[in-house]
C-alpha cells in the first residue's frame, strides 16, 4: 500500500544553524500533511500543517514546504536550539479519508 | 482545560492477562484515535472513532478491542495479552475531517504497556 517515508532516519546540526527535515510520499490522493514533534518519553506534538492547495506554510521558526509535483514535505527549522532535539514525524492524509498515515521520523539532534 | 489524558501510564502484564486502557479528552472533539508505537517505528493505528457509538479497524486491529460510549471516552482492550503487544499506546483526539476546520489530532502522553 501507499506510505509516507523519509529519506534520513537522523539528523544533526549546529546549534543557530537551520535544520531541513524532509518527507516523501506517494499518494497522489493526499491532501493534508502535517509535522509533529515528539520528545522523549512524551506524545507527538502538533507543529504545523498545509493543504495541498498551497506550496507553503510559515509559522513560529518553521516552515513547511509541498512539492506535489515530485510528492515531497519538508520542514525548516531557523536558528535551531537546543529544544529542538526530537524525533519528527510527517504524516499524511488522503482525500475523503479520516486518518492519518504517519512516517517513519527523522531524530533531530543538537550540537552544541 | 487537560487536553487529552490516557490511564494508565505504564503497566506489566504477564502473557494471557487482560486489561483496558483509557483515554479521555476534553476538547468535544468528535474522533478519536489508538495507535501503538514501537522502538524505532512511527505510529500505527489501531481502531479509531468518528463519533459516539462507533469505532472503526485501523491498520493493526488484531488482538484489540476498542469502545466509545461516551463521547469524550475511548477505551482500548487486550483479552489475551501476548509478547508481542508490549509497546507504547497513544491515544490522540480531532474534531474530524471538516473543510475549512483545523484537523489535527491532539495526542496524550502514552502508556507503556510490557507482556512478559
Known amino acids: 500500500g501507499e506510505s509516507v517515508g523519509l529519506h534520513l532516519p537522523t539528523l544533526s546540526v549546529q546549534e543557530g544553524d537551520n535544520s531541513i527535515i524532509n518527507c516523501a510520499y506517494s499518494?497522489?490522493?493526499?491532501?493534508?500533511f502535517i509535522w509533529y514533534k515528539q520528545e522523549s518519553g512524551k506524545g507527538p506534538q502538533f507543529i504545523i500543517d498545509?493543504?495541498?492547495?498551497?506550496d507553503k506554510r510559515q509559522g513560529q521558526r518553521v516552515t513547511v514546504l509541498l512539492n506535489k509535483t515530485v510528492k515531497h514535505l519538508s520542514l525548516q527549522i531557523a536558528a535551531t536550539q537546543p529544544g529542538d532535539s526530537a524525533v519528527y514525524f510527517c504524516?499524511?492524509?488522503?482525500?475523503?479519508?479520516?486518518?492519518?498515515?504517519f512516517g517513519q521520523g527523522t531524530r533531530l539532534t543538537i550540537n552544541p | 482545560n487537560a487536553g487529552v489524558t490516557q490511564t494508565p501510564k505504564f503497566r506489566v502484564l504477564k502473557t494471557g492477562q487482560s486489561m483496558t486502557l483509557l483515554c479521555a479528552q476534553d476538547?468535544?472533539?468528535?474522533?478519536m484515535y489508538w495507535y501503538r508505537q514501537d522502538p524505532g517505528m512511527g505510529l500505527r493505528l489501531i481502531h479509531y472513532?468518528?463519533?459516539?457509538?462507533?469505532?472503526a479497524k485501523g491498520e493493526v486491529p488484531d488482538g484489540y478491542n476498542v469502545s466509545r460510549l461516551k463521547k469524550q471516552n475511548f477505551l482500548l482492550g487486550l483479552e489475551s495479552a501476548a509478547p508481542s503487544q508490549t509497546s507504547v499506546y497513544f491515544c490522540?483526539?480531532?474534531?474530524?475531517?471538516?473543510?475549512?476546520?483545523?484537523?489535527?489530532?491532539?495526542f496524550g502522553p502514552g502508556t507503556r504497556l510490557l507482556v512478559l
Open positions: 476538547m468535544n472533539h468528535e474522533y
Open positions: 504524516a499524511e492524509k488522503e482525500k475523503g479519508a479520516q486518518k492519518l498515515v
Open positions: 472513532s468518528v463519533g459516539e457509538g462507533t469505532t
Open positions: 498545509i493543504r495541498s492547495n498551497m
Open positions: 490522540a483526539s480531532s474534531y474530524g475531517w471538516l473543510a475549512g476546520v483545523r484537523e489535527t489530532q491532539y
Open positions: 499518494n497522489s490522493a493526499s491532501d493534508y
